[in-house]
């Protein structure tokens, strides 16, 4: 089973920056991609930013050119950073990893309970 925990949320200004991390453990093969999602009250969670094994990078429009999304392969570790931060980017954020807990399978896609980024002035 594959555990993800997340960290470094918070309240910030706007303007302001925060950096999320993301450390996945329990027992796997390996992980094929590892992602960022948010959900606002009343919304939809969405994508915000994804790394795949091969370092593919992908962005929600909205973040491109104010977050970054970078990892660690070797310790299965996902960092955000999140950069002139604004209110709309207000959300609980949620890390999701994709991968196979052994060579011939199962695949797995794992949640972890997520941290809340608060952008107010």
């Known amino acids: 089973q594959v555990q993800l925990v997340e960290s470094g949320g918070g309240l910030v200004q706007p303007g302001g920056s925060l950096r999320l991390s993301c450390v996945a453990s329990g027992t796997f093969f390996n992980i094929i991609g590892m992602g960022w999602y948010r959900q606002a009250p009343g919304k939809q969670r969405e994508l915000v930013a994804s790394?795949?094994?091969?370092?593919?990078?992908d962005y929600a429009e909205s973040v491109k050119g104010r977050f970054t999304i970078s990892r660690i392969t070797g310790k299965a570790t996902v960092y955000l950073q999140m950069d002139n931060l604004e209110p709309e980017d207000t959300a609980l954020y949620s890390c999701?990893?994709?991968?196979?807990?052994?060579?011939?399978?199962?695949?797995?896609?794992?949640w972890g309970r997520g941290t809340q980024v608060t952008v107010s002035s």
């Open positions: 999701n990893a994709k991968g196979y807990e052994s060579l011939s399978g199962p695949h797995f896609d794992a």
């Open positions: 790394v795949n094994r091969g370092g593919a990078i």
